[in-house]
């Protein structure tokens, strides 16, 4: 009796994904072309189980990780859901985190080789997915940028630990501070990718990568993956529980509240006057002030220092 038979990849049943395996290659494609393939919750979920398929399937030599249609790669976590959800309910984003860090250990920890095929935009955790494959090649239209700072939150799911020792740290100051586009040219200059093609060129380029791991024994693979693992699991998992903690208790600030929200309704945030907030003295981590005042009608506490009526009875605050 074996526990781990091959099965059809449409057993698995994603809704997010697409899934297929043949000829020694599994194509783990996200599926959500509509928001320029940004992830969701359950799309992590599914990019996990997809992965420990195509790990445990002895029929899968290489895996190839791309997103659907010519636009985008992968765009990171879908800006709305975070608004929706998880500025509302921080602690829930603590198990948010926990799925993407299931989901890119599950790419790294997969002991075989993973090509990105970058079919456009990478942005955000779409870079930090690029960043835990092994192996990307790139359509000549690609970009790539980081977007933590502009969004109001920490790059620390991949790419604050992995890019300094994939394009040096000079380099990753400029992607993480200023959250600007690099193009592929300039990504394959710096070692952020490993090869350039027209976009019309970027299936054969891949299968022709893929052939050439096929055509190396599979245990030395995996067990130089593991080797080579090794500064990115030692920058990963001595900052990854801590950035999980932090970007959860930093959903209750103002910051990403106005950078989310301002994202969702297509304006510009107001970085300057969050600022200006700080250097006159009041607050700029809370979006109505600190939970200072008391209603001295119906005794409701913490109420924001900025609020002229009670919340709960409508008295008027002193």
């Not at 990504?187 to 490993?194: E, F, P, Q, R």
């Amino acid at each position: 009796m074996r526990y781990f038979e091959s099965k059809p990849a449409a057993d698995l049943k994603f809704k997010h994904l697409l899934y297929t395996k043949a000829e020694s290659v599994a194509l783990i494609t996200i599926n959500r072309p509509e928001v320029y393939n940004a992830y969701n919750t359950p799309a992590l979920v599914e990019l996990r189980e997809a992965f420990r398929d195509a790990t445990f399937d002895d029929k899968v030599g290489v895996i190839v990780l791309t997103g659907a249609g010519e636009k985008a790669f992968c765009t990171g976590g879908d800006v709305k859901e975070y608004a929706d959800v998880y500025t509302r309910v921080p602690r829930d984003y603590w198990k948010y985190m926990t799925c993407f860090q299931e989901a890119l250990d599950a790419i790294r920890n997969t002991g075989k080789p993973v090509i990105a095929r970058i079919n456009g935009i990478a942005a955000g955790g779409g870079n930090e997915l690029n960043l835990a494959c092994d192996l990307a090649i790139a359509a000549e239209h690609a970009t790539f940028r980081q977007v933590g700072t502009r969004v109001g939150s920490v790059a620390a799911g991949g790419a604050t630990q992995w890019l300094p020792i994939t394009i040096g740290d000079r380099r990753s100051r400029e992607m993480l501070f200023l959250c600007e586009a690099i193009p592929a040219k300039t990504a394959l200059d710096w070692g952020l990718i490993n090869q350039v093609v027209p976009a019309a060129e970027l299936d054969s380029a891949v299968n022709a990568m893929a052939q050439k791991l096929l055509d190396k024994f599979p245990e030395c693979l995996r067990y130089t993956k593991q080797q080579v693992n090794f500064w990115k699991d030692l920058a990963w998992h001595s900052t990854v529980g801590h950035a999980r903690d932090w970007l959860t208790l930093h959903f209750t600030d103002v910051e990403p509240y106005e950078g989310m929200t301002s994202f969702v309704e297509k304006r510009p945030p107001d970085y300057r006057g969050l600022r200006q907030r700080a250097a006159e003295g009041g607050s700029s981590e809370y979006l109505f002030g600190p939970p200072m005042k008391k209603c001295a009608k119906c005794g409701a506490k913490g109420l924001p220092e900025n609020f002229k009526f009670c919340g709960g009875c409508g008295a008027k605050l002193d």
